[in-house]
C-alpha cells in the first residue's frame, strides 16, 4: 500500500478529462512542437474599443472585445502562410482553404474548443456573438459535439486568468496554436523614448514538420502588425 494512503483520496477521471489527457499525448508524441514569442501594443485596440463599445453594443448587442480582433487577426495571418493552417496526413500535407478557428474557453467541466466556422466570412460583431455564445453554453455544458469538432487552427487566451506568457500545447491533428494573454502596461522604447504602453505577449506554438521557424516568426509579425494597426484588418491590408 501507499504510505501516506489514509492521507489521500482516489478518484476515478472523468472520460472528458481522460479524452483530454490522451490527445495532449498524442499532441506532445505525434509532432515537434516548438513556440515563438512576440509582443503587441495594444493601445490602438483598447482606443477603438473605448470610442466605439457604446455604440457597438446598441446595434449588435454585444460587446466589443479583443477576440475578435485576434481572430481576424489570424485568418489574414493563415491567408500569409497556408501551411499553418494544414495538417499533415501520412506523407501528404491538405492545405485548407477555408477557416475554421477553434476558441479555447472554460466550460463546466473544463477546457473545451468550440470552433467558429469561416470565420473569415464573419463581421466583428458576428465574431463576438458566436464567441459569447460558445462561452455561455461550455458554462451551462450545453456544447454539442459537432460544436467541437473541426478547426484549423485555434486560439487560447490565458489572460483571463492573468497568465503573463505560457506554451500553449497544438490541439491536433493542427499545426498551429496562438496564445494571448494579460495585458500589462510596461515600460517601452518609442522613437527614442521611454514611455508606458499596454502590452501583450504572443505565443505562437507550431510543428516544425511543417513550418520553419521563419514563417512562423512572420506570423507572429503579421497578427502583431494587425492588431497594433486595427485599419489593416478593416481595409484588408
Known amino acids: ?27 506532445q508524441s505525434n509532432a515537434a512542437l516548438l513556440t515563438t514569442f512576440n509582443e503587441v501594443d495594444m493601445g490602438e485596440v483598447m482606443a477603438l474599443r473605448k470610442k466605439y463599445n457604446e455604440k457597438f453594443q446598441a446595434k449588435h448587442g454585444v460587446k466589443l472585445g479583443f477576440m ?41 467541466r473544463g477546457l473545451v474548443v468550440p470552433v467558429v466556422r469561416d470565420a473569415n466570412k464573419l463581421s466583428l460583431a458576428e465574431l463576438e456573438k458566436t464567441v ?7 458554462r451551462n455544458d450545453k456544447l454539442t459535439l459537432t460544436d467541437l469538432q473541426g478547426g484549423t487552427f485555434t486560439i487560447t487566451n490565458g489572460g483571463i486568468f492573468g497568465s503573463m506568457l505560457s506554451t500553449p500545447i497544438l490541439n491536433p491533428p493542427q499545426t498551429g496554436i496562438l496564445g494571448m494573454h494579460n495585458i500589462v502596461d510596461r515600460p517601452v522604447a518609442r ?8 502590452i501583450m505577449y504572443i505565443a505562437l506554438t507550431y510543428d516544425h514538420r511543417l513550418v ?26
Not at 132 to 138: C, I
Open 1 to 27: 500500500p501507499r504510505p501516506n494512503a489514509a492521507r489521500e483520496e482516489r478518484v476515478r477521471m472523468t472520460p472528458l478529462r481522460k479524452r483530454v489527457a490522451e490527445r495532449l499525448l498524442q499532441a
Open 68 to 108: 475578435s480582433f485576434f481572430i481576424r487577426a489570424s485568418v489574414e495571418a493563415l491567408k500569409a502562410f497556408p501551411q499553418i493552417n494544414a495538417e499533415i496526413d501520412g506523407e501528404d500535407v491538405i492545405f485548407k482553404h477555408y477557416y475554421d478557428i477553434g476558441v479555447a474557453v472554460s466550460g463546466s
Open 132 to 138: 459569447g455564445d460558445y462561452g455561455g453554453r461550455a
Open 191 to 198: 522613437d527614442g523614448q521611454v514611455v508606458i504602453r499596454p
Open 212 to 237: 520553419d521557424g521563419r514563417e512562423a516568426v512572420q506570423f507572429l509579425v503579421r497578427v502583431k502588425e494587425c492588431i497594433e494597426d486595427p485599419e489593416r484588418l478593416l481595409l484588408d491590408i
